[in-house]
């Protein structure tokens, strides 16, 4: 691997800004309701061996010849490595780790991506909201013609105190395993961006090792500013109904990405597949004891659009920068 100083900087950087970020849509439920329960070593022996799984299956499935492999899943292939890679290109994950503390869904896909090739900027933002809009509206039939039942009876059993039976703790393990696989899939390539498009075996291997240790800091502290947009809606705090939103999610970015190769936001897919469950079951249950719906969402929106913004001012300040680097 041919890999300067600042790619590898540039990949620690990236693997703990988009693992501290965007993966808290995908672990946090997890990590929360196993504190206590399940063994943090085991939970990260879980969490460490699907990435690992992912990693080495994306890893054959796009071979390069000469025993090198693409860990990415191909999705960097709109994405070259750039000429001279300096300091400018740490900035972005920089950025990410600022918005993350603020508690800001931002997208690490724009913010990362696009500091490497603006011209694709256009094509990552329909992308995502062609991503936001299958959410949504999956969420909106689903919820609305069955799973608002559900809904409805966690709300009651929280009411009751009722323990939540022992198979949906198996569930959710099933749900998580789903969810962080597809996760991974589409957001490796916003931290592998930094190394050479092609690794053998071994360098890929040490990326993952180093992957995993950040994952193991990730349940060694547990949840994140980012947790706030996911406690703000109804029942989301409870195992059974984010195991149901966990599944919906893996399955949005498993349609994804066999539809396209490139890139796009989880994060939009699911502020998409919130939305779209609050309002179906808001308006199935009938709920008007709550915080206003346009506020609840409109923060949301607002801040991924502020992530927006800032990632494309990002993008485009760094692209003088790389003149002076």
């Known amino acids: 691997m041919d890999a300067n100083a600042f790619q590898i900087i540039g990949f620690l950087l990236a693997a703990y800004s988009v693992v501290a970020n965007d993966s808290l849509q995908t672990l946090g439920t997890y990590l929360s309701s196993n504190k206590g329960r399940t063994p943090k070593a085991l939970q990260m022996l879980f969490i460490c061996g699907v990435a690992a799984a992912v990693l080495l299956i994306g890893w054959f499935l796009h071979p390069a010849g000469g025993g090198l492999g693409d860990p990415a899943w191909g999705r960097l292939e709109k994405f070259p490595q750039p000429d ?23 997208s690490t896909s724009f913010l990362v ?82 190394l050479p498009r092609q690794l053998s075996f071994g360098e890929m291997a040490l990326s993952a090792l180093m992957l995993c240790i950040g994952l193991c800091v990730l349940v060694w502290i ?34 994804k990405a066999n539809i396209t190769q490139f890139p796009l936001s989880t994060t939009w897919v699911f502020l998409g597949l919130l939305a779209g469950r609050e309002i179906a079951v808001r308006i199935r249950l009938k709920l008007s004891d709550r915080q206003p719906l346009y506020k609840v969402l409109g923060s949301d929106l607002f801040k991924a659009g502020v992530g927006i913004v800032v990632s494309l001012i990002v993008a485009l300040a760094i692209q003088p920068l790389k003149a002076l680097g």
């Open 84 to 106: 001279n890679f300096t300091w400018v290109y740490l900035l972005p994950p920089i950025a990410v780790l600022a918005l993350t503390q603020w508690g800001a869904p931002v």
């Open 113 to 194: 991506l696009s500091a490497f090739e603006p011209k694709n900027a256009t094509k990552l933002v329909l992308n995502s909201l062609s991503g936001y809009v299958m959410a949504f509206v999956l969420a909106l039939v689903v919820y609305g013609l069955l799973m608002w039942i559900l809904e409805k009876k966690v709300l009651r059993t929280n009411q009751e105190g009722t323990e939540v039976k022992n198979y949906w703790f198996a569930l959710q393990w099933l749900s998580t395993g789903w969810l962080w696989s597809q996760w991974l899939v589409q957001d490796m390539a916003n931290i592998y961006v930094y």
């Open 222 to 255: 547990g949840g994140g500013p980012i947790q706030g947009v996911l406690r703000s809606k109804i029942n989301t705090n409870d195992l059974r109904s984010a195991t149901v939103i966990d599944f919906l999610f893996g399955c949005v970015l498993f349609w």
